[in-house]
């Protein structure tokens, strides 16, 4: 079973903070998504990384994938309450699979 | 176009019961899946479906069956609920040019309580 653990679970800042969520496997994914989920709706993608070692940069969140296509990080910078949310990483094999998921909550 | 949308929304059913929750999707695609999630386990696939008249089971599919009849609809059935299936159910559906870079589409989710 292929399984993808995100860290950390939980993440509670004040507006303006940086801050990392990791997604990590022991399996080589073909590519790799984030997904953001606010209360009450369903996930959205926010991007795919597909090639190991790619960054890529959507306004204050950076996504990179690791070289070896088993992990992949969400960076934020200057967090706004807007940000708050459910993020989810997922790896694509035949099928999605994803990670367990980290809550931020981002207090003005 | 409103997208994937699910029915109902909110449901309470007493273990034993049955019932049927709706996926529609406008968008024309042809892959289909239904997820349970459950706090601190993400998204696990229950069934999905590559194209009208198919059906295939996911990671979670014990307590389930699904039916697809027509490309725009994807029906998820508890035959004998239990408390174990209580969880948010989503469904989405995705149209494959490139299985790299499949984009998925979910439905708001549907709140089952089995008491």
């Known amino acids: 079973t292929q399984l993808l653990e995100q860290s950390p679970q939980f993440l509670s800042i004040q507006e303006g903070e940086n801050l990392t969520v990791y997604c990590n496997s022991s399996s080589v994914f073909s590519s790799l998504q984030w997904y953001r989920q606010e209360p009450g709706e369903g996930p959205v993608l926010l991007v795919t990384v597909v090639t190991g070692g790619e960054v890529k940069k959507l306004k204050r969140l950076t996504f990179q994938f690791g070289d070896a296509r088993k992990d992949s990080s969400l960076h934020i910078t200057a967090a706004q309450p807007g940000d708050t949310g459910l993020y989810l990483c997922a790896g694509v094999a035949n099928k999605l699979i994803f990670g367990t998921g980290t809550r931020l909550q981002v207090f003005p | 176009n409103a997208g994937v949308t699910q029915t109902p929304k909110f449901r309470v059913l007493k273990t034993g019961q049955s019932m049927t929750l709706l996926c529609a999707q406008d968008m024309n695609h042809e892959y289909m899946y239904w997820y349970r999630q459950d706090p601190g386990m993400g998204l696990r696939l229950i069934h999905y479906s590559v194209g009208e008249g198919t059906t295939a089971k996911g990671e979670v599919p014990d307590g389930y069956n699904v039916s697809r009849l027509k490309k725009q609809n994807f029906l998820l059935g508890l035959e004998s609920a239990a408390p174990s299936q209580t969880s948010v159910y989503f469904c989405?559906?995705?149209?494959?040019?490139?299985?790299?870079?499949?984009?998925?589409?979910f439905g708001p989710g549907t709140r089952l309580l089995v008491l």
């Open positions: 989405a559906s995705s149209y494959v040019s490139s299985r790299t870079r499949e984009t998925q589409y």
